[in-house]
């Protein structure tokens, strides 16, 4: 037990550090800031990857962009974070695009849409 609490207490530092790295300090132009949000953190068990979902505002080509940025700054996000995090080894990073809230969006206009489409009589059904 003691492990997973370990493993999510760093995705929870990794998540808050990476966070503040976004917004302030990765200098890519391709990574356009406050349009990048870091969704979650998930570490191994053994600390040594960590995968970090990051949520994109904009154009499929802008999403691609960031994320070609975000990769070109793994490297630059790990040696922050070994300055950063307290830890022996510091994981390897792997950004990931999060699209649920784009599909959480579109899902809830199609039930938006159904339920408009529907006949007032069927409501009471």
């Excluded at 530092?13 to 990048?36: F, T």
């Excluded at 998930?42 to 499929?60: N, R």
């Excluded at 996000?77 to 950063?84: A, I, N, T």
């Amino acid at each position: 037990m003691a492990t997973s609490r370990r493993v999510s207490r760093v995705s929870a530092l990794i998540k808050r550090e990476v966070s503040q790295l976004l917004c302030h300090e990765i200098k890519d132009d391709r990574v356009g800031a406050g349009m990048v949000s870091v969704t979650d953190v998930v570490v191994s068990g053994d600390l040594q990857h960590a995968k970090i979902f990051v949520s994109i505002y904009g154009s499929d080509e802008a999403r691609a962009e960031t994320m070609e940025g975000l990769a070109s700054s793994s490297g630059f996000v790990r040696r922050e974070l070994g300055q950063r995090v307290r830890l022996r080894r510091t994981p390897e990073v792997i950004f990931l695009e999060d699209r649920s809230i784009e599909r959480g969006d579109r899902v809830l206009t199609l039930l938006t849409q159904l339920n408009q489409d529907r006949p007032l009589g069927e409501e009471e059904e």
